[in-house]
């Protein structure tokens, strides 16, 4: 079984710095995914970590440590358009069997003027 | 590359009503998603094709949801009869094994009233 826990929601101003935590438990872990949903669009892919360690894509940075079951994600110098939900999944892979992927609920972050 | 394709972008239906919603992968992808969002909370797997074969339906409602992806192409997902708790976004989404890169389709919002 998989049990993903995330804020629901977060409030910050523009230009700011945000970090989005999110903690796992799950069985044959195969990597972590982060995405970014905007109110009524898909969910795009922000960030993918399966070592432990920092990856850092622009504004945008995704932390990994698979020994905690812990993840962030850091959002630097906020604008208005990153007002969305952030999603974090886990890639799930059974032995001998194909991956999926298990998403948390969400974190809606809010950014101020 | 296109992009997942999806339709119709919205129905509403009365509930014991049935509907289907069609999707069309990323041309070459072998494994394709059907995700249920309902609002307010993360996506959560239906039900999981490798080409035109079923991996994992072990979240789908067997008694009222089905799903078939022909020649490992296109796919659909119907409901019958569908209840007023079926009431979300089914995103379809797409990936070219099942290890990383799933892109998402724009959804069905489905109302059931």
């Known amino acids: 079984g998989q049990n993903i826990d995330q804020p629901t929601e977060m409030t910050a101003t523009e230009g700011a710095i945000v970090q989005i935590n999110c903690t796992y438990q799950?069985?044959?872990?195969?990597?972590l995914f982060w995405y970014q949903q905007h109110a009524g669009e898909a969910p795009t892919f922000l960030s993918y970590?399966?070592?432990?360690g920092l990856e850092e894509k622009g504004r945008f940075s995704s932390f990994l440590s698979r020994s905690k079951g812990y993840s962030y994600l850091l959002l630097k110098e906020l604008q208005m358009k990153d007002s969305a939900s952030y999603l974090c999944?886990?890639?799930?892979?059974?032995?001998?069997?194909?991956?999926?992927?298990?998403f948390g609920a969400g974190t809606r972050l809010a950014v101020h003027p | 590359e296109a992009g997942v394709a999806q339709s119709p972008r919205y129905k509403i239906i009365e509930k014991r009503q049935s509907v289907a919603f069609w999707c069309n992968p990323i041309?070459?992808?072998?494994?394709l998603y059907w995700y249920q969002q309902i609002l307010g909370q993360g996506p959560k797997l239906l039900i999981q094709?490798?080409?035109?074969?079923?991996?994992?339906d072990s979240q789908l409602p067997k008694d009222r949801f089905s799903a078939e992806r022909l020649k490992g192409v296109d796919s659909t997902l119907k409901i019958q009869p569908a209840k007023l708790e079926d009431s979300a976004v089914y995103l379809c989404?797409?990936?070219?094994?099942?290890?990383?890169?799933?892109?998402f389709g724009s959804g069905t919002r489905l109302t059931v009233v």
């Open positions: 989404a797409s990936s070219p094994d099942a290890n990383y890169g799933y892109t």
């Open positions: 799950t069985s044959g872990f195969n990597g």
């Open positions: 970590n399966v070592l432990d």
């Open positions: 999944a886990v890639l799930e892979g059974p032995s001998g069997g194909y991956n999926k992927l298990i």
């Open positions: 041309s070459g992808h072998a494994t």
């Open positions: 094709f490798q080409n035109n074969g079923v991996v994992d």
